[in-house]
């Protein structure tokens, strides 16, 4: 349970200067051989389930007057039947002696849902403080954006396009990222994620 807690949450991608230059971590659990990245790396988004509950927890002594909760309700219902879905769900892959990468999506969509529901309840509630609310928008914004570059990369890194047939259109890409690869491979040990 504890190393599905971790590989489906906490496991880090390999960083290596071939290109696309983040991998996901080869796995092999009672001979499944899977490809994976936890949720916390691979959809960064998820993470304001975690971040808003906290400015929630300190709005008096970071919002002061900004914070206007009497007229915004916080959606409760909701919240609770995507959460216990979550739950269920992921509950039962940390208890699944098997882990496979493509499993990470099916609670990380319940993790994302939820993360939309908190930034729509704070970017509502923070009418009265707009410099904050712009800073909690673009940190949002900036993590989404980051989650869908995460994901185009993952796909890269997918199966199909490890074969050489499918890597030519690629080659164009790579020869223009060049000093990204070098610029890695200073930094780290080469690594060959393939």
């Known amino acids: 349970m504890v190393s599905n807690f971790y590989n489906y949450i906490l496991q880090p991608p390999i960083i290596s200067p071939v290109f696309p230059f983040v991998y996901m971590k080869p796995l092999d659990v009672y001979n499944c051989p899977t490809r994976i990245v936890g949720f916390l790396f691979?959809?960064?988004?998820?993470?304001?389930?975690?971040?808003y509950p906290v400015f929630f927890i300190l709005r008096k002594y970071v919002f002061g007057n900004g914070f206007k909760r009497g007229d915004v309700k916080f959606p409760f219902y909701e919240f609770?039947?995507?959460?216990?879905?979550?739950?269920?769900?992921?509950?039962?892959?940390?208890?699944?002696f098997i882990v496979i990468g493509r499993y990470v999506a099916d609670f990380a969509v319940f993790l994302i849902l939820l993360s939309c529901i908190i930034w729509f309840y704070f970017d509502l509630a923070l009418e009265k403080s707009p410099v904050l609310r712009q800073t909690l928008r673009f940190a949002t914004v900036f993590l989404a954006l980051i989650t869908i570059l995460n994901g185009m990369v993952f796909s890269l890194t997918a199966?199909?396009?490890?074969?050489?047939?499918?890597r030519y259109k690629l080659k164009k890409i790579e020869s223009l990222l060049n000093p990204v690869?070098?610029?890695i491979s200073r930094f780290t040990r080469t690594m060959n994620p393939y």
């Open 42 to 51: 691979s959809t960064p988004f998820c993470l304001l389930v975690f971040i």
């Open 181 to 183: 690869s070098k610029l």
């Open 159 to 166: 199966e199909s396009f490890t074969l050489e047939n499918q």
């Open 80 to 96: 609770a039947i995507i959460f216990s879905a979550m739950c269920l769900n992921a509950g039962f892959l940390f208890l699944w």
